[in-house]
């Protein structure tokens, strides 16, 4: 199993249903740290490869072309999660991150909110959520005269909350009068929500935050953390059985699956 990196709290679900369905079943499960860059993906997933697993399970669609072919060539099982793709390697579970960037984006709208931000990460995936949620808002016509644009600060992934905190204040130099930001990450989302107690700021009165991945604490922050949840226990579990099926010689139930997402609401939006 690959990820891109093991400090990422939103693939925790994912971990332990793959780790609890494969062991159940007399698997043992290997985890390697992939990194964001293709490069470093290529070497880990070749040495992955030498080793003759009984199936590749990765926390993203894979990009690189030598990548992908080598995974096609190998005859291994190989899964892509997390996100979705027209041409999956094999199989694949995930959904799609743009809608999840446009379901935000006409969320704020329905609110009144009239002048979002973004704090994204500087990964793929993030920013086809952040680019999907301005393209939105942009054609929504919901923008205050004046920006065109969705003001935006790029942060460094995997983000943390110290990022979330130093995000919000250089967004609100940009445009002092931000009603809602659309954060990469819950926990970017949490450091936007101390930032705002330090500096006064009401959420959601004067700042509306939503974040994503509904990490464990998102519930019990204060206030409660509006956000996007993906389950990511089924897709961990569907992911064992896709792999364990093809270890045994069976064919693939549902081999090309997008399991959706919600928007979970709750006080800070």
Known sequence: VLVPTLSGAVFAETLEALHKTLGRNGYLMMLGESGYQDADEEVL???VIR????GIVLTRVVTSPTARERLRASGIAVVETWDTTAEPIDM???FSHADVGRTVARYLQ???RRQPGLIIGNDPRATRRGQAFSAALEGLHVLRPGFEQVPTVRVPAPAS???GRQGIGELLKQCPNLDAVFCSTDMVALGVLIECQQRGIRVPEDLAVVGFGDLAMAPHSAPSLTTVRIDGTQIGQRAAHLVMRRAEGLPPIEPVLDIG???VRR???
Do not use: M, Y
């Not at 080793?51 to 009984?54: A, G, N, V, Y």
């Open 110 to 112: 329905s609110l009144g």
């Open 161 to 163: 909350l110290g990022a």
């Open 45 to 47: 997933i070749e040495n």
């Open 51 to 54: 080793r003759r697993p009984d």
């Open 267 to 269: 006080d800070s939006a």
């Open 261 to 263: 997402f919600s928007l």
């Open 92 to 94: 694949l579970i995930g």
